[in-house]
């Protein structure tokens, strides 16, 4: 069981649902390589790219983050995103711990559109989100 309680988390959970903040992203890594605690690494406001450089192969991360997108020239989309992150050199013991914990962090960041596994940065690349993003939602309007 992760323990998931710091009053940051919430709030910055809050500050990324909140329409009238800049705030596109929250990341979440553990306290200590032996913890099952996790904390509050960063957030920010420039999207997955900015995300994405936070990252280490050497480190298992949940993520936040609200992805924004058009369907057309008409309407402008929020949607938010669960990314559970497993670098490459994350040891097993941690690996088989994740999907326990995933539960934990989800509810407290309980409100998202679709879950995004990634094991390296490329599966973080916003095309095919938002592509996943639209069937989820049903209204893809044919565009890629």
Do not use: C
């Not at 988390?9 to 705030?23: F, G, L, M, Q, W």
């Not at 960063?42 to 280490?56: I, N, P």
């Not at 539960?103 to 938002?130: F, Q």
């Amino acid at each position: 069981m992760a323990t998931v309680s710091a009053p940051e988390i919430a709030s910055a959970y809050e500050d990324v649902r909140n329409d009238k903040t800049d705030t596109k992203w929250l990341l979440l890594d553990y306290e200590s390589e032996k913890s099952d605690t996790l904390k509050l690494t960063a957030t920010g406001t420039g999207g997955l790219e900015e995300l994405k450089t936070h990252l280490s192969d050497d480190r298992a991360s949940f993520a936040y983050a609200r992805i924004e997108y058009s369907n057309d020239k008409e309407s402008q989309r929020s949607k938010f995103i669960l990314i559970t992150y497993i670098g490459s050199n994350v040891r097993v013991m941690r690996k088989a711990k994740l999907s326990v914990h995933a539960a934990n962090v989800k509810e407290v960041l309980r409100a998202y559109s679709i879950d995004v596994p990634a094991s390296s940065l490329d599966d973080l690349d916003e095309g095919p989100i938002v592509v996943r993003l639209r069937k989820a939602g049903g209204a893809s309007y044919d565009k890629a």
